[in-house]
DNA sequence: TTGTAGGCGTTATCAG
DNA sequence: CTGATAACGCCTACAA
């Protein structure tokens, strides 16, 4: 297994050990049925002897193909990112793909100047996770001929390969189930305005809201940015209107997180004074502490049916019309949602469910 | 802008278009002093209008560099990892390197393929941060001269560049926290057997235990893998014990929210009965509701540290002697720990800190 | 069944 | 200052 060069052993290495041509050495290892099979047998001993491997580079300047997709996320250490990355990974990896990963923090500069980068490297394609709804560079990817799937992100006129999930329906059964409780005045926080994911989910809200009550008071809008901070900031808008809310829905589970935080703070309980719920499920809200009522998007089947739309589109470059995945999400129900205080008491209610982890 | 090609603009392209030679357009995009200053700046316009960017592929080839690292992590759902990921990324970023990352599952024989995979691909380096510490694949990656990082990850006999942390201070400062607090039998939930980071983590609980008491009770000691489950089977072990522990450390984050569900789903307080420390600090360890006492790692900073020793490397690979670099940790105290209930009785004391988002 | 030649897109070298 | 040539390592027609 020793090289005994300072280098890689190359197939022409391989080659001179067998005393065979290169193209042989090629074709035997490729399993060509053109080579007589102890000629086989020779090449394979002697590039395992050498430690012979193809260069990916080589092969790939060769063959027009890097066996390696990129995917723009918008943080990576955003647990409901990584999921999405973990379960693009499995799909990947089990074909013989590698993944390399960019965190754009919502930045679209930053994001133009990834995209630059990957594309520099010839990736075979690319998932995007993390691009506005409006982007250039989507159009520009089209143009290009660069394969790519958007992933919880659509473009507002680019038809495209999407992976996506029923955000509004996510949402519209949180307001349901919080209607169903006896709530009334039930405010949203918003993610951010860019993204067509939290447009969707902004939209399932009002749907339902307008369904139920007929109307919606604009003043229950919150805006944010799906981070937790906002949540807070929301908490603080809501409790000085003349008629607070007694619930709220947030559009990712680390806003709610802060919108808990805040009214745990100002000395309200959840959910006894008001109820909350969020987006996303990641694992902190199952924890028994926390029991966060949340909307669960199955993040890593997403991950996964993006890869394989994307592999599906590196098969056949420009051929099919553009395809669109829609998984449907659940509403998990645990403890920060409860009875109205006005039309109940507020109670020390919970319906606990099994932790995940 | 367009290409008007099927396929993206080449540096010949560009050469036709200005009516020059291809090593001319090269050097004038490189910057060259050689080329005259009107010439680069037509070229530079063509290089424009075409769209042209060199392919990365074809550059990587001759200059047997491709300006992407790999990165091997467990588990980049786990927000450990993911942190680790993200400093990693921000510091290779700011070079102009892209990043793949895979994830093992601290399967063995995963990571021999996964590593295969990347080396193939004559990535400029690696960054193990999921290596055990007596494997095989390390001193094959110094035998092939690529350059790599272990990162939380010590080899047994092969010397290597190295980025950690004061495992062993920190455990011993969470035990040096609980003992302060009165506790005598303070157990602990081990790492996976055969990391090194884990391995710090008992020492550094070992000897603190026999600095403060002289000894130790192996009963007080259980096995675990750092998932959460492992923690609540600890728990199990601990209470059948004729004198269970007053105190808990965890070798990570997860076991002690493990561990923590699992003493409560028992009626037993935290930290009235038991108290628990946990060790990485993840963003969940904060949140108000949790309040884990835990040991800070400074993930970012650490995968910071290894990108830039990795860079290093990459611009001097066989030269310099293996360096090492350990950051220091910190015991963050929050509300899992609290005084021994034998010298003092249980009381609902907190000492809440702010939290970290 | 095996070998030869050409080219994938660049850049370094050296000649003009 | 610019251009021709070769080479990076591989695969694939096509020739032998």
Chains 1, 2 share one sequence.
Request: aromatic share 6%; with cysteine; charged share 25%.
């Amino acid at each position: 297994m020793p090289d005994g060069l300072g280098r890689p052993a190359t197939i022409k290495d391989v080659a001179r050990a067998c005393g065979l041509a290169p193209s042989t050495v090629s074709n035997a290892l490729a399993g060509k049925a053109v080579v007589r099979p102890e000629t086989r047998a020779l090449v394979q001993r002697t590039a395992e002897r050498l430690g012979y491997r193809a260069s990916g580079l080589a092969r790939g300047l060769r063959l027009q193909r890097t066996w390696t997709v990129g995917a723009l996320v918008a943080d990576i250490a955003n647990p409901f990112f990584a999921d999405l990355v973990r379960g693009m990974e499995d799909r990947l990896w089990a074909e013989g793909y590698s993944l390399a990963i960019c965190s754009t923090d919502y930045d679209a500069d930053k994001e133009t100047a990834l995209l630059r980068l990957l594309l520099d490297k010839r990736l075979d394609g690319l998932i995007l996770a993390s691009t506005a709804s409006d982007s250039d560079e989507v159009p520009r990817l089209k143009r290009l001929g660069v394969p790519y799937v958007l992933l919880n992100r659509r473009h507002v006129s680019e038809p495209s390969d999407y992976v996506g999930m029923d955000n509004a329906v996510g949402t519209a059964a949180a307001v349901a189930h919080l209607a169903a409780l006896g709530h009334r005045r039930i405010a949203f926080i918003q993610g951010p305005p860019r993204s067509s994911a939290a447009g969707e989910r902004l939209a399932g809200y009002r749907g339902e809201m307008r369904r139920r009550f007929g109307g919606l008071d604009e003043s229950l809008l919150a805006p944010g940015d799906y981070a937790a901070e906002q949540g807070r900031a929301a908490v603080d808008r809501f409790l000085v209107l003349p008629a607070p809310p007694t619930a709220i829905v947030a559009a990712n589970d680390f806003m709610a997180l802060g919108a808990m935080e805040r009214l745990r703070e100002r000395g309200l309980a959840v959910p006894g004074d008001v109820s909350v719920t969020g987006f996303d499920d990641i694992f902190v809200a199952a924890l028994p502490w926390i029991g966060l009522t949340t909307v669960r998007p199955h993040s890593r089947d997403l991950g996964a049916r993006a890869a394989d739309l994307l592999l599906g589109r590196i098969g056949a470059p420009t051929a099919a019309e553009p395809r669109e995945v829609i998984l449907t999400s659940e509403l998990v129900v645990r403890g920060t949602t409860g009875p109205a205080p006005l039309s109940a008491p507020p109670s020390s209610r919970r319906r606990a469910t099994t932790p995940r982890r």
